[in-house]
């Protein structure tokens, strides 16, 4: 008797864990960038911890790699393949025009964290309402550190880069590539490494974090630089409105509490690390780093401000006040940069 009812309350405790693993509830993130890039290394798995954390083990996070190439990822979590991804604006040429506003030059150092808080909140405040993410749920907003330009030849002037077949890729970027009268050649970061050797492209638009983590300083040893960037780059990361089906109210509020903004910072932070990284994995390697002289940098002020006022021009007819959310943006910022950081929540790896 004992043993039988030793044997069904073993059964009936299977049967408990059984339906308790099936009841678990589990987000498919598609993810693009190489296993080592601080969105999968940091990012991912800290929302994973986050949303275990928050739901009590309710809900889990599951990444994937190389599920689609960059510019398919919002139409794939549109479409359901995914439940989340990230997105890279720029690669979505014509459908985000609003999301340029925090790419713009600035001219001032400012940390990524701050810059994705300002973001977030400029997003939720003036661009939501425009739509252009329709399809999916904004759950952060993020933008990755200052846009520098990559050589194999040092180049100090901008009248150095005219004709130089440079990586680009969308946004602002693209813009500013052509206002330089550079030859821009449209890659995906993980393209450059190749290209750079053969020879296919003489340096590259990219992020410091870049050196390191997409091998660019191994093919292009110098720098040209410019406080804040000659550009930034907009990101969001979305998921399948569908997904909240599947979860409960309860689980949905706890998992907005940790996305949102404090994703959007973590976000950011990721991107500070990395360049931090990358500039030091560069310097190891004899890499020169060049800053542009008072000339030029007039010169760039004064393209940035043709930019900005085309891009208003452009976008006027998106429901939103750019003008206003341009400089709600920067008065955010502002703000953000003396708010606590996000790094005393990331988990320690």
């Known amino acids: 008797m004992y043993k039988t009812t030793g044997l069904m309350v073993g059964t009936l405790t299977a049967a408990l864990m059984s339906t308790s693993a ?17 969105i999968n290394t940091m990012v991912w798995p800290t929302w ?37 991804t990230w997105v890279f604006h720029g690669y979505n040429a014509g459908r985000f025009e609003l999301t340029k506003l925090p790419e713009f030059p ?12 300002a973001y977030w909140r400029t997003h939720q405040e003036y661009l939501a309402e425009a739509g252009e993410h329709r399809g999916v749920d904004v759950v952060a907003a993020g933008v990755h550190g200052p846009g520098w330009i990559f050589t194999s030849e040092k180049v100090e002037t901008l009248d150095e880069l005219e004709g130089q077949r440079i990586r680009v890729g969308g946004g602002v970027m693209g813009d500013l590539s052509n206002a330089l009268d550079l030859t821009g050649v449209a890659l995906p970061p993980t393209s ?6 053969q020879g296919v492209i003489d340096g590259a638009m990219l992020v410091p974090e870049g050196l390191r983590s997409f091998r660019v300083a191994e093919i292009f040893p110098y720098t040209l630089r410019v406080d804040g960037g000659f550009y930034r780059g907009s ?29 959007s910072r973590l ?21 020169t780093f060049t800053s542009l002289g008072d000339e030029d940098l007039e010169t760039l002020r ?4 043709e930019m900005v006022a085309d891009w208003v021009e452009s976008v006027s007819d ?11 943006f920067h008065e955010q910022l502002a703000v953000a940069a003396e708010e606590d950081s996000v790094a005393d929540l990331v988990p320690e790896s």
């Open 22 to 38: 099936l009841a678990q509830t589990t987000i498919t993130v598609s993810t693009w960038a190489g296993p080592n890039h601080g």
């Open 48 to 84: 994973k911890a986050w949303i275990e954390e928050a739901t009590e083990g309710r809900v889990t996070v599951d990444v994937v790699h190389d599920m689609g190439p960059p510019d398919s990822q919002m139409a794939m979590v549109a479409d359901g393949i995914a439940d989340a």
């Open 106 to 117: 600035t001219f001032e150092e400012f940390s990524s964290e701050s810059a994705s808080a």
């Open 192 to 197: 450059v490494y190749e290209a750079g050797s």
């Open 235 to 263: 990101f969001t990361i979305v998921v399948n409105p569908m997904i909240w089906d599947r979860i409960s109210a309860e689980d949905r509020e706890a998992i907005e509490s940790v996305s949102g903004e404090s994703l």
């Open 267 to 287: 976000f950011g932070y990721m991107m500070d690390v990395s360049d931090e990284r990358g500039v030091e994995f560069a310097k190891e390697l004899g890499h």
């Open 302 to 305: 004064q393209v940035s401000e």
């Open 318 to 328: 998106r429901g939103v006040d750019a003008e206003a959310a341009l400089a709600y």
